[in-house]
């Protein structure tokens, strides 16, 4: 396509991509013993070899005590070997590798993290029924410092760069937002209180990173319901990190445990989702209470561009576009409005090679051919991460539940 960004190198701090396209961070309960696995180091090798610009490994918990999942990524230094070997998997295909780090906070697991969840504010986990204990001054500055700890591992392992999760309802998106954060210290109260956990992370991040790794951070526009960050305060924070000095944001919306097809839209297969459900109290709580706790959001290919184009007309540093992305059409549209990278994750979810598919096909519609159906979303908890298009045995009353969505 004529004068197309899409296959033109672009930097992000230190580090230059061979092309406009990221992986996004999408959780690949790969992870068996929370360590990398050859089947996660495969994926992501099967990414880089299609063309991918960078991909990003989900969902790595800065300590034992933010993991929400046994198959999720801790990081330590006993796993360092393990992923150097995934990031030279990658670089040898011409990607860069990097890796999404954060803490699921109030959502986090005893029996995985090995304690009570810890967040912003004592309460009650909805997941795996234990209470919440709200967060002591001494453990956000623990906590806050293991954020720059997984950078240094994250170099050590190979990675050209870390992407902070801020968003989504984990645990900085929890100190942040007005619905879970009612401390009465210097932690809770006005906004400038509840960025100060998320600047401290972000103070030991860019200390570790050096200027010799690239820096992103997943924030929220909005979280997607009444009573929590709104467009103004989303746009605050994303300057405070800019003042911070990331060197990209990735825009998203969205909190897991509120409002949680606001970050992926569509509609969530209720079925499938209790199908590989294991803990039979909660899968009976999903098949009566389902529809209402996880609510339909319509879909449309790139959902969140409205709002990202306020947040481009604000901020200077590198902006990464995030959600709905579903043929080249998009990317085009999205770089052409002053994105300078595009993210994906179900589009290379379907199809792994899309980015090189792409370079074929030189026309807007060329689709990775996702259909959003959001099977891989339903079972990514439970088990390792695929298309519904994958499964060929799935069985009949999951793919009657399919073929109804639209
Ligand atoms: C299976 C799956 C797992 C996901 N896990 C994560 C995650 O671990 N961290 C994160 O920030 N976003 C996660 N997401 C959200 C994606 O990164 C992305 O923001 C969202 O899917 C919208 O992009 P898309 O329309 O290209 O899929 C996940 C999405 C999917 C489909």
């Not at 992370?201 to 010799?212: C, Q």
């Amino acid at each position: 396509m004529e004068n197309s960004l899409l296959f033109t190198p672009a930097k992000i701090g230190p580090l230059t991509l061979r092309n406009r396209t990221i992986r996004s961070a999408a959780f690949e309960s790969m992870c068996e013993n929370n360590s990398p696995t050859r089947m996660l180091e495969d994926y992501h090798t099967s990414v880089a070899a299609g063309g991918i610009g960078m991909t990003t490994l989900a969902y790595a918990s800065v300590t034992r005590n933010g993991l929400s999942f046994k198959r999720q990524l801790w990081m330590r230094e006993e796993i360092v070997p393990g992923l150097r070997k995934i990031t030279d998997a990658i670089h040898s295909h011409g990607a860069a590798a990097s890796i999404q780090i954060g803490h699921c906070g109030n959502m986090s697991k005893k029996s995985v993290a090995g304690q009570l969840p810890i967040s912003a504010c004592s309460g009650l986990n909805i997941y795996s029924p234990t209470f919440v204990r709200g967060m002591k001054p001494r453990e956000i500055e623990e906590i806050a410092r293991a954020f720059g700890h997984a950078v240094n591992l994250a170099r050590e392992a190979g990675f050209d760069a870390v992407e902070v999760h801020a968003g989504h309802g984990y645990l900085l998106s929890q100190f942040l937002s007005p619905y879970t954060n009612h401390r009465k210290d210097m932690y809770g109260g006005s906004l400038e209180n509840r960025m100060r956990f998320m600047k401290m992370a972000m103070n030991e991040v860019m200390e570790a990173a050096r200027g010799d790794m690239a820096v992103l951070v997943k924030t929220n526009m909005r979280d997607g319901f009444k009573g929590g960050i709104e467009l103004d305060e989303g746009m605050e924070i994303a300057k405070e990190l800019e003042r911070c000095g990331a060197h990209a944001l990735v825009l998203s919306g969205g909190f897991v445990s509120r409002a949680p097809m606001y970050v992926m839209r569509g509609q969530m297969p209720i079925k499938t989702l209790t199908h590989y459900m294991d803990i039979p109290w909660l899968k009976l709580g999903v098949k009566m209470a389902g529809r209402m706790m996880i609510p339909s959001v319509p879909f449309k290919e790139c959902y969140f561009l409205e709002d990202a184009l306020k947040f481009r007309r604000e901020l200077k540093l590198p902006l990464v576009y995030v959600g709905g992305i579903v043929n080249r059409g998009n990317i085009e549209t999205v770089l052409n409005s002053g994105f300078e990278f595009v993210q994906m994750g179900r589009a290379l979810i379907t199809q792994p090679d899309f980015v090189n598919r792409m370079r074929e096909c030189d026309d807007p519609s060329c689709s990775s051919g996702c259909e959003h159906k959001n099977y891989c979303i339903a079972r990514m908890y439970t088990i390792d991460m695929k298309c519904h298009k994958d499964v060929p045995d799935l069985p009949d009353k999951l793919r009657r539940e399919l073929d109804r969505i639209k």
